[in-house]
């Protein structure tokens, strides 16, 4: 069984910057790549960002790759998201995701675990 648990997530300004982490319970983290998505209200869940089990690739959704960056700590079982330059429009509850393989995906379907989310909220 494998458990996510995301952290980090608050209110900041417009501008402002945020941390979100991702604690991953089990001996399966380094054979996982790791996913980013988020979901607004009234919208559907979408990809924000990704990284392969080793960590030496990643992806990013097209609005967020020059402000937001990916990494992970295989040592610590964790992923983390930094967020900067934040927008309003940033504003929805992220989650993170796990799936057994090499290559980061874009898609929710291709993640089998799912962790119960951290609420951002951006003010203009």
């Known amino acids: 069984q494998v458990q996510l648990v995301e952290s980090g997530g608050g209110m900041v300004q417009a501008g402002g910057s945020l941390r979100l982490s991702c604690a991953v319970s089990?001996?399966?983290?380094?054979?996982?790549?790791m996913g980013w998505f988020r979901q607004a209200p009234g919208k559907e869940r979408e990809f924000v960002a990704a990284?392969?089990?080793?960590?030496?690739?990643?992806r990013y959704a097209e609005s967020t790759k020059d402000r937001f960056t990916i990494s992970r700590d295989n040592a610590k079982n964790t992923v983390y998201l930094q967020m900067n330059s934040l927008k309003p429009e940033d504003t929805a509850a992220y989650f993170c995701?796990?799936?057994?393989?090499?290559?980061?995906?874009?898609?929710?379907?291709?993640?089998?675990?799912w962790g119960q989310g951290t609420q951002v909220t951006v003010s203009s």
């Open positions: 089990g001996r399966t983290f380094s054979n996982c790549a």
């Open positions: 990284i392969s089990r080793s960590g030496g690739s990643t």
């Open positions: 995701a796990a799936r057994r393989g090499v290559w980061p995906a874009g898609i929710p379907n291709d993640y089998e675990y």
